[in-house]
């Protein structure tokens, strides 16, 4: 935001007021130099962002008369990493991993587990390829483990009241 009313700020100004606040700039460009020595200047990500926003359309050789802290390379390439991080953000998955299982699916896996209790995980299985459903076995012994049914068939026996429910 400080940037933009910078801008404005310079929207009335004469260009001799401009090339004079250059040659001001880069003189404090130079004393700082001169005070770091060896150190670097360290830059966080918006200075980074605001610059290489700011400067990335200038060809090389006008980036290289340029009075900056940082190589033109340097530069160029927080551009690239600007544009590559948005890009990144932008097609990031939402959720991680597999999307889950069809809510139907699941609820037809447990329909056949609770009305046949007898019934492993691989016979459920069998069941769902008969009637169409391609899944795999992993996932629906992971449905009903999840459901809190135990995926082997050592499940409950059935009552009477299932049974006779069944035959009839």
Request: net charge positive.
């Amino acid at each position: 935001m400080a940037n933009a009313f910078a801008l404005l700020r310079l929207l009335p100004m004469s260009d001799r007021e401009k090339d004079a606040e250059i040659l001001a700039l880069r003189h404090q460009i130079t004393v700082l130099e001169r005070q770091l020595g060896e150190k670097r200047v360290r830059f966080t990500l918006s200075d980074r962002a605001f610059l290489a926003a700011l400067l990335h359309r200038l060809p090389r050789d006008v980036l290289r008369r340029v009075r900056l802290l940082v190589r033109p390379d340097t530069l160029l390439r927080w551009h690239r990493d600007l544009l590559a991080r948005r890009h990144g953000a932008a097609s990031r998955p939402k959720r991680p991993g597999r999307p889950r299982t069809v809510h139907s699916i699941r609820a037809l896996v447990l329909r056949l587990a609770n009305e046949n209790p007898s019934w492993g995980y691989r016979r459920v299985h069998g069941e769902l390829l008969v009637l169409g459903v391609k899944v795999a076995a992993s996932t629906v012994w992971e449905i009903l483990k999840e459901a809190g049914i135990d995926p082997a068939p050592q499940r409950s026996s059935s009552t009477w009241a299932d049974f006779l429910c069944s035959q009839a």
